[in-house]
């Protein structure tokens, strides 16, 4: 990865390689499984609750409904083609559930703000819920997609030791070449090269799908 990539935000390709471990584990509906789904996306639920224009007092309710509905039909969720996408499935759940939030505003004939509730509200698109997750029209900001590889990295932190962790980050986030970090963390090109490896193969193991 060269550091113009890096800063571009560009989440390596070996790191959204399909991998069903997560996955596999929501659909046993494993606890630990879903606080990491909760920890990975909760922050870019946050952000699309934004785009569609929520008051900050209201994105917490939305944002709890839209993991009921993950929940709910993890075990549907499939991909039928190659642009399918676990985070524009996501995406699609947030916006329903926003549009069923404005929807229940409009049914508030005193409801603060009510004119303005009708009109995001007719502004959003107002389709069920599909379960492929089609990512055709999402418009992200490249930072999102780089925060959101960061959020990856801070939930398999923990399981690698300092000088393996350090090794990958300086090659794959700041864009250095392994002969420089090697120089730096007092190791072998070879091993700092095996160090990324290790850590971009656990992401792909345990992460991969979810983060396409």
Same mark, same amino acid.
């Given at each position: 990865?060269?550091?113009? #990539?890096?800063?571009?935000?560009?989440?390596?390709? $070996? &790191?959204?390689?399909?991998?069903?471990?997560?996955?596999?584990?929501?659909?046993?509906?494993?606890? @630990?499984?879903?606080?990491?789904?909760?920890?990975?996306?909760?922050?870019? +639920?946050?952000?699309?609750? @934004?785009?569609?224009?929520?008051?900050?007092?209201?994105?917490?309710?939305?944002?709890?409904?839209?993991?009921?509905? &993950?929940?709910?039909?993890?075990?549907?969720?499939?991909?039928?083609?190659?642009?399918?996408?676990?985070?524009?499935?996501?995406?699609?759940?947030?916006?329903?559930?926003?549009?069923?939030?404005?929807? @229940?505003?409009?049914?508030?004939?005193?409801?603060?703000?009510?004119?303005?509730?009708?009109?995001?509200?007719?502004?959003?698109?107002?389709?069920?819920?599909?379960?492929?997750?089609?990512?055709?029209? #999402?418009?992200?900001?490249?930072?999102?997609?780089?925060?959101?590889?960061?959020?990856?990295?801070?939930?398999?932190? $923990?399981?690698?030791?300092?000088?393996?962790?350090?090794?990958?980050?300086? &090659?794959?986030?700041?864009?250095?070449?392994?002969?420089?970090?090697?120089?730096?963390?007092?190791?072998?090109?070879?091993? +700092?090269?095996?160090?990324?490896?290790?850590?971009?193969?656990?992401? @792909?193991?345990?992460?991969?799908?979810?983060? #396409?």
């Amino acid at each position: 990865m060269t550091s113009n #990539e890096s800063r571009s935000g560009k989440v390596p390709a $070996s &790191v959204t390689s399909t991998s069903r471990s997560l996955l596999m584990q929501l659909k046993q509906k494993e606890p @630990r499984a879903w606080d990491r789904l909760t920890s990975l996306y909760t922050p870019l +639920v946050y952000f699309w609750c @934004r785009k569609q224009h929520l008051q900050d007092q209201d994105i917490p309710d939305v944002v709890q409904e839209v993991f009921k509905t &993950v929940a709910a039909n993890i075990d549907k969720f499939r991909k039928e083609r190659q642009t399918d996408t676990f985070r524009g499935w996501l995406r699609t759940i947030t916006r329903s559930r926003a549009a069923d939030h404005f929807r @229940r505003l409009q049914h508030q004939p005193k409801a603060a703000g009510g004119s303005e509730a009708q009109r995001r509200f007719s502004q959003l698109s107002a389709e069920p819920i599909e379960c492929n997750g089609s990512d055709d029209d #999402e418009v992200e900001d490249g930072q999102v997609h780089h925060a959101l590889f960061l959020r990856a990295l801070e939930l398999v932190r $923990s399981d690698f030791q300092d000088n393996t962790w350090r090794a990958f980050w300086r &090659v794959v986030v700041d864009g250095q070449t392994p002969k420089d970090v090697a120089e730096e963390l007092s190791m072998q090109p070879g091993a +700092v090269r095996v160090a990324k490896s290790r850590v971009l193969q656990r992401l @792909r193991r345990d992460l991969g799908e979810l983060l #396409e």
